[in-house]
């Protein structure tokens, strides 16, 4: 009842409005001095004017407009109405006017004259157009009043970045005094932006002014509200910030801020990713759309780090069903909780299966009939694999099998699986067990409908088990912060990047590709763990010592990301490439695997390195090393520390 009575108000606003601009425009006309049967006109034109008038309103979905959400989107709603009913008025007072012309009688009447049609569409715009911008004024007010609390110890804050991200950073803060936020202006690099007023606090000069600003204003911390920043911004922003003595702090990307709306309460400290020594790359979300939408997805996996984000991302994008399979139960629990929270009308389902079940696996195929398979279960850590070869094989060679095999048999349309850098002239157990595992779906791919592909990432900033978490630990603890070689050096990606990529993948594999993302430079591990020491507020060598241990068994100083065999070409994307290697005759790829097999069954660590090395010729079992491996896809001139992932990859398309 509450619903029709608040309905019934709205319209009766709206024909008040729309009767008192006609009758404005006839007082306007005459200047209140009606002549002679004018006022019988205003009443016989008075109905069907107000009738095509909101009949128009409701045709260009003005009414259906919330008021107290009134936007500049919706005033072209009302300009449109009002146009329109112009037009058929002003075409009415012409054709009422040959009709009088003709003799025929009565037609006079329903004659409006022009000045009194125009000044009525004036007067009826503003009339609709004000009353719903005072309900929006009148409810932001209260809205602010009622999160509105004592806040004494609201912190001065100088807002980096006039931009559009900015300016509705400034807009939630001015109704979110709940906060504690009291911004006291803007910085911004764009000379032409200083001395302007943003939503009404004054551009007060460029990043180089910050201390001098923040001494001048009482700012106790910075907020960086550029929404597409480079980590080569932030690390100067933040370097200028630890030399004023103000905090630092970063609102979400710009992939964060959709439809002009930004969260503030995800503002947070800057952080690792933040500082990533290149630009992010930016994926084709249209196209990512297109295989993930209205379809069935089924990610193994799912409680990881990458496999848990790419349930984020696919969630977002409107699946008809959701397959989580995951051997660990407290992963797969914690992970199901936040997508139903997230996404409560998604239809999402929870597999607790070992990927090496081949049974349990062709099970949840034949329920769920899954149209799309992102493969991201398995074991990664190098050095538990240098001490457990023979759980590599079972899970990173015979699962993806397992899993291929069924994708291939239940008629999956793609089949994506994650591997890594690693797989690359491997020296590692995990990276050649990868390499095994792209083979086995490359070689699949030529008699299969299923379109396999792989993905190779570099390392995973943030992902559990990776340098940074193990590292935040040590700096936690007082450190020592260890690293085994000064001269380590990794490609380095984000999460939202890893996961985008795989979806990516799905949509422009056309079967038995290697895809490999354009990572920029390799990034020393010492910088990074440099880097890390600064954000926590410490010093190096005075509150955290940085501890070299040598290289342990498997690892590389320097990774690749493809070799000069496997013909690196781009992708529709510039920093997507894909490389693709003449595939290994299935029967000798069959044989090696099932060799592998009864290897790891029996416990026989050196044979399955032995039989590794058989299947993956470039595999070079290293134990500790510190000399990097030979120059597949660099000139001997340049050392390969040195190179970007373009570098390295513009060698293999030479080679």
């Known amino acids: 009842m509450l619903r029709i009575f608040n309905r019934t108000v709205l319209l009766a606003i709206d024909l008040v409005v729309l009767t008192c601009a006609l009758l404005l425009a006839f007082v306007l006309r005459f200047e209140a ?27 260009f979905g003005v009414t259906r407009v919330a008021w107290r959400y009134f936007s500049l989107a919706d005033l072209g709603r009302v300009i449109g109405a009002t146009a329109m009913g112009t037009i058929v008025l002003a075409l009415s007072r012409l054709v009422a006017g040959e009709l009088l012309a003709a003799n025929h009688s009565g037609a006079g009447v329903a004659l409006i004259p022009y000045g009194i049609i125009l000044s009525d569409a004036i007067l009826m715009f503003l009339g609709i157009t004000g009353a719903r911008v005072l309900r929006r004024i009148l409810a932001e007010r209260s809205e602010s009043a009622r999160r509105a609390a004592p806040r004494a110890d609201a912190r001065p804050t100088i807002l980096i970045g006039a931009g559009r991200a900015g300016a509705l950073v400034a807009k939630e803060i001015a109704g979110r005094p709940d906060l504690g936020i009291r911004p006291v202006g803007f910085l911004d690099d764009d000379a032409l932006k200083v001395g302007t007023v943003v939503y ?32 080569t911004a932030i690390r100067k922003i933040k370097a200028l910030c630890d030399a004023a003595g103000v905090g630092a702090k970063i609102i979400p990307g710009v992939f964060e801020i959709v439809g002009g709306q930004v969260n503030l309460s995800r503002i947070r400290d800057v952080a690792i990713e933040d500082l990533l020594r290149r630009e992010p790359v930016q994926l084709d979300l249209a196209s990512i759309s297109g ?19 790419i349930c984020r991302q696919v969630s977002t994008f409107g699946p008809a069903k959701l397959v989580l399979v995951e051997q660990a139960e407290n992963p797969l629990f914690f992970v199901e909780r936040e997508l139903r929270a997230t996404h409560s009308d998604l239809d999402l389902v929870p597999c607790i299966a070992d990927i090496c079940d081949a049974d349990r696996i062709d ?11 992102f493969h991201a279960a398995a074991h990664k850590h190098v050095p538990l ?64 409908k299923t379109r396999f592909v792989a993905v190779r990432f570099g390392n995973v900033l943030g992902s559990a088990g990776s340098v940074v978490p193990i590292f935040r630990e040590q700096i936690a603890q007082g450190g ?44 020393k591990v010492v910088d990074l763990a440099r880097d ?27 990774e690749e990301l493809s070799t000069a065999e496997e ?57 500790a090393s510190s000399s990097p491996p030979p120059a597949v896809t660099t000139s001997s001139s340049v050392p390969r520390a040195s190179q970007s992932s373009t570098a390295l990859l513009s060698k293999a398309q030479e080679a």
Request: with cysteine; proline share 5%.
């Open 33 to 59: 001095a009606f002549p002679q049967g004018m006022w019988t006109r205003f009443i016989v034109v008075l109905p069907y004017v107000v009738a095509l008038q909101y009949a128009l309103m409701v045709v």
């Open 200 to 231: 009404g606090l004054p551009v007060l000069g460029t990043t180089g002014d910050l201390a001098r600003v923040c001494e001048e204003r009482g700012a106790r911390q910075a907020l960086v509200t550029m929404a597409s920043a480079s980590g």
């Open 291 to 309: 295989i993930v939408e209205d379809r069935v997805v089924l990610v193994t996996g799912a409680g990881g780090s990458i496999g848990s984000e």
């Open 363 to 373: 099970a949840i195929f034949a329920e769920h009939k899954p149209d799309v398979v």
């Open 385 to 448: 694999m240098e001490a457990n070869p023979c759980e590599a094989v079972k899970n990173n060679v015979l699962g993806t099998r397992v899993l291929a095999d069924t994708a291939d048999r239940r008629g999956v349309g793609e089949f994506v699986m994650i591997s890594t850098d690693k797989a690359v002239n491997p020296t590692s157990v995990m990276g050649v067990s990868k390499r095994a595992a792209e083979i086995y779906i490359q070689s699949l791919s030529q008699k299969s």
């Open 480 to 523: 020592p912060v260890t690293i085994t070689h000064p001269e380590m050096r990794r490609y380095f990606m984000t999460i939202p990047e890893a996961t985008q990529l795989v979806l990516e993948a799905a949509s422009i594999g056309r079967g038995g590709e290697i895809f490999i993302l354009d990572m920029g430079e390799p990034v």
């Open 532 to 558: 890390l020491i600064a954000l926590s507020g410490l010093r190096e060598g005075e509150d955290i010592d940085i501890v070299f241990t040598g290289l342990r068994p498997g690892e590389k100083l320097f």
């Open 567 to 623: 013909q690196a070409d781009k992708t529709r994307n510039p920093k997507v490439f894909t490389g693709r290697i003449k595939p290994h005759a299935m029967d000798e790829v069959l044989a090696g695997i099932a060799r592998l097999r009864d290897a790891a069954e029996a416990g026989d660590a050196t044979q399955v390195r032995r039989l590794f090395a058989s299947l993956v010729p470039e595999y070079r079992p290293s134990s």
